[in-house]
């Protein structure tokens, strides 16, 4: 068992079938924390999903995890919501 992994993806996809989960985009936080974005499932039919990755000696590990919202009610502002313009 690896003890991490040496970027935040592959810690953020650590444990998912690679045919069924693709990297969207990663936003850091700061050096050692950052946010992976995650599209799982099969075309057309996409779940998103995130990973907070956090760096502890100079190898990643996942931290919190889990689903996002398909979709967002009116007026409220997502830094996640332009990640999926097709959910």
Known sequence: MPTGFPTPEEAALAGFDSRYARVVETRCWDDDHVEVYLATNEDPTLYPYFVEAVRVESMWHEG????????????????????????
């Open 64 to 87: 919190n995890s889990g689903n996002m919202p398909m979709s967002l009610p009116d007026g409220v502002d997502s830094k996640t919501s332009d990640l999926f313009p097709e959910l």
